[in-house]
């Protein structure tokens, strides 16, 4: 299993829209691409897991799933995984210390 950092997630949340744009075709830019720009620029924010609303959108959570499926596969990685990024202040790992990689990429 490959080590994971919070880059690293993010990174693969990324290659999920890769993914859609190779099913899509030109049709990514007008069903995703666009959508998500917009939405991660008016997106609200919360308090909890996910953070924010962009991360509940439909293609936000076709991504990850296409992620987690294709690293899941490919290298063994697991949504299910804990996950606290190591900015974190030390009170908000405390409070989110049973977050996963699913709470914050939702499928």
């Known amino acids: 299993m490959i080590r994971r950092t919070d880059t690293v997630i993010h990174y693969m949340h990324e290659y999920g829209h890769y993914l859609q744009s190779q099913e899509y075709g030109w049709g990514y ?21 996910p953070f924010s609303t962009h991360a509940l959108n439909w293609f936000e959570r076709s991504a990850n799933r296409k992620a987690r499926d294709y690293f899941g596969e490919k290298y ?26 699913k709470d914050l990429y939702p499928l």
């Not at 998500?36 to 620029?41: I, K, N």
């Not at 990685?77 to 202040?89: E, L, Q, S």
Request: hydrophobic share 30%; proline share 6%.
């Open 76 to 101: 063994g990685v697991d949504w299910n995984t804990k996950y606290i990024p190591w900015f974190w202040n030390e009170s908000r790992k405390n409070r989110y210390r049973n977050t996963t990689y």
């Open 29 to 49: 830019l007008f069903s995703v691409g666009i959508p998500s720009l917009y939405s991660a620029w008016t997106a609200d924010k919360f308090d909890n897991p």
